[in-house]
């Protein structure tokens, strides 16, 4: 599916003939930022207990 889109006189992006407003774009794309930033830390936090858990078990 082709997607086109244009941005508004009214900060509004209109793509395939929906329309949504600039803003919530940006902030979803932050709060998506965040989640995997969030994403990140808990995976490198796992990986510090495995390895203490496996040190331990050694």
């Known amino acids: ?7 508004t006189r009214s ?9 949504v407003r600039v803003e ?4 979803m794309s932050e709060l998506t930022n965040r989640i ?6 808990t995976i490198k936090r796992l ?3 495995s ?3 496996a040190a331990l078990l050694r």
């Open 1 to 7: 599916m082709l997607l086109r889109y244009r941005i």
């Open 11 to 19: 900060s509004h992006i209109m793509c395939n003939g929906l329309s």
């Open 24 to 27: 919530f774009v940006s902030r």
């Open 36 to 41: 995997l930033q969030m994403a990140q830390h």
């Open 47 to 49: 990986r510090q207990l």
């Open 51 to 53: 390895d203490l858990i």
